[in-house]
T-cell receptor, first 110, second 111 residues
Framework: QKEVEQNSGPLSVPEGAIASLNCTYS??????FFWYRQYSGKSPELIMS????GDKEDGRFTAQLNKASQYVSLLIRDSQPSDSATYLC??????????FGTGTSLTVIP | EAGVAQSPRYKIIEKRQSVAFWCNPI?????LYWYQQILGQGPKLLIQ????????DSQLPKDRFSAERLKGVDSTLKIQPAKLEDSAVYLC?????????FGPGTRLTVT
């Protein structure tokens, strides 16, 4: 069974701070990694994808991947109240199947 | 580019009734997924199609759930008969080679 684990939170950060979200996965053969944002009552929205070790930056978001440690993280800089949501980590296997964590709830306090 | 379309958005039925959900994936996306998401949990894969063939349906409760993808485009997911524990959001998603995109989902309430 391929597993993806996240701290469920809730994680609270003040506005303007850096939010750090973490994820570990069990399948060492996984090649593609994703972060989705899910607002309450809405469907998951893809915000970041990362395929190779290191950092990938997109605006205020930075995804970090360490395949040796089977670890993926998402940093949100200058957090805004609109970033308050549940963040889902997902891993894609070689069969194009995606495995999701249970999500981390983030609250940004104004 | 149009996103993944789903209908209906909401459905309330009584237990033992039947219900069907429809999904139209992003144009050109060969892979289509149906997920069930229960509040507080991540999406759980029910079935994965590659074009009009089933890749994985190991977690689909086949005694009550069925799905088809005719002509490799649209897909329908059916539940018959529904149970109380089927109350959830049913998400359709599609992918090309790398990234997966979700539709708005159907919120099902079984009373």
């Amino acid at each position: 069974q391929k597993e993806v684990e996240q701290n469920s939170g809730p994680l609270s950060v003040p506005e303007g701070a850096i939010a750090s979200l973490n994820c570990t996965y069990s399948d060492r053969g996984s090649q593609s990694f994703f972060w989705y944002r899910q607002y309450s009552g809405k469907s998951p929205e893809l915000i970041m994808s990362i395929y190779s070790n290191g950092d990938k930056e997109d605006g205020r978001f930075t995804a970090q991947l360490n395949k040796a440690s089977q670890y993926v993280s998402l940093l949100i800089r200058d957090s805004q109240p609109s970033d308050s949501a549940t963040y889902l980590c997902a891993v894609r296997d070689t069969g194009n199947q995606f495995y999701f964590g249970t999500g981390t709830s983030l609250t940004v306090i104004p | 580019e149009a996103g993944v379309a789903q209908s209906p958005r909401y459905k309330i039925i009584e237990k033992r009734q039947s219900v069907a959900f429809w999904c139209n994936p992003i144009s050109g996306h060969a892979t289509l997924y149906w997920y069930q998401q229960i509040l507080g949990q991540g999406p759980k894969l029910l079935i994965q199609f590659q074009n009009n063939g089933v890749v994985d349906d190991s977690q689909l409760p086949k005694d009550r759930f069925s799905a088809e993808r005719l002509k490799g485009v649209d897909s329908t997911l059916k539940i018959q008969p529904a149970k109380l524990e089927d109350s959830a959001v049913y998400l359709c998603a599609s992918s090309s080679h790398y990234e997966q995109y979700f539709g708005p989902g159907t919120r099902l309430t079984v009373t």
